[in-house]
C-alpha cells in the first residue's frame, strides 16, 4: 500500500530534550516536505527537500532541522525544543517533475512541549 | 508573500444541497490548483485538483478555476454529512529557483446537516 509513515503519533516532552520526529514513504517520490498546522494559521511548511541531500528552508525553519541522506526518509529533528513548537505535525511526499505537484499527507504528530 | 485566502466558515448546508467552497489567490503566477478535505484531527487528503481556466468535474465535486479573477472554488453535490470536514485550497506557486512549491489556505470548515 502506497503511504506516508510517521512515528510517533503522540509525543509529549519537555523543554530542551531534542527529539526527531521520522518520516518514510514507498512511493519512490523525490519531493519530501514537513507542515506544521495550528489553529487559525493553517498549514505553514517547515522544510522540503526536493531529493537526497538536497532541503531547503521552507517559511517557518526556525528551531528545526531535517537531513535527507536516503530517498524514501525525511527526519525532522527538534534539537531544543520549546513550547511555542507545541503543533500538530504532518509530512508529505510528491513525485514532483512537469505537472505532477499533488502531495500526499502522513497521519500527523502531535507535539505537546511543557 | 504569495498567499491563498478563504473564508473560515463555517459553512452550513443541509444534506442533499451544493456546498460552495471559495478560494481566491494573490499570485498570478500559480499554475494549478488543488482542493484537500481534512477531517478533524486527521491529515489533508487530496480529492481534486485543477490546472486549466473552467471546471473540472469528479464524482459529485467540481472544482472551477478563473485566472483572470484568482478565483478558485469547489462545488459539493448532494452534500452528506460525511463531507462534514475543513476544506483546504493550495495553489502552486514558482519560487525564483525554480522549485514550484504549494501554498495552502487556512481552510473553511463545511458542516452538512441530516
Known amino acids: 500500500e502506497a503511504q506516508v509513515t510517521q512515528n510517533p503519533r503522540y509525543l509529549i516532552t519537555v523543554t530542551g530534550k531534542k527529539l526527531t520526529v521520522t518520516c518514510s514513504q514507498n512511493?519512490?517520490?523525490?519531493?519530501m516536505s514537513w507542515y506544521r498546522q495550528d489553529p487559525g494559521l493553517g498549514l505553514r511548511q517547515i522544510y522540503y527537500?526536493?531529493?537526497?541531500?538536497?532541503?531547503d528552508k521552507g517559511d517557518v525553519p526556525e528551531g528545526y532541522k531535517v537531513s535527507r541522506k536516503e530517498k524514501r526518509n525525511f527526519p525532522l529533528i527538534l534539537e531544543s525544543p520549546s513550547p511555542n513548537q507545541t503543533s500538530l505535525y504532518f509530512c508529505?511526499?510528491?513525485?514532483?517533475?512537469?505537472?505532477?505537484?499533488?502531495?500526499?499527507f502522513g497521519p500527523g504528530t502531535r507535539l505537546t512541549v511543557t | 508573500q504569495k498567499e491563498v485566502e478563504q473564508n473560515s466558515g463555517p459553512l452550513s448546508v443541509p444534506e442533499g444541497a451544493i456546498a460552495s467552497l471559495n478560494c481566491t489567490y494573490s499570485?498570478?503566477?500559480?499554475?494549478?490548483f488543488f482542493w484537500y478535505r481534512q477531517y478533524s484531527g486527521k491529515s489533508p487528503e487530496l480529492i481534486m485538483f485543477?490546472?486549466?481556466?473552467g471546471d473540472k468535474e469528479d464524482g459529485r465535486f467540481t472544482a472551477q478555476l478563473n485566472k483572470a479573477s484568482q478565483y478558485v472554488s469547489l462545488l459539493i453535490r448532494d452534500s452528506q454529512p460525511s463531507d462534514s470536514a475543513t476544506y483546504l485550497c493550495?495553489?502552486?506557486?514558482?519560487?525564483?529557483?525554480?522549485?514550484?512549491?504549494?501554498?495552502f489556505g487556512t481552510g473553511t470548515r463545511l458542516l452538512v446537516s441530516p
Open positions: 527537500s526536493m531529493n537526497v541531500e538536497v532541503t
Open positions: 508529505a511526499s510528491g513525485q514532483g517533475g512537469a505537472g505532477k505537484y499533488e502531495q500526499y
Open positions: 493550495a495553489g502552486r506557486g514558482v519560487e525564483n529557483t525554480g522549485f514550484q512549491k504549494l501554498v
Open positions: 512511493m519512490n517520490h523525490e519531493y
Open positions: 485543477i490546472y486549466s481556466n
Open positions: 499570485d498570478r503566477g500559480s499554475q494549478s
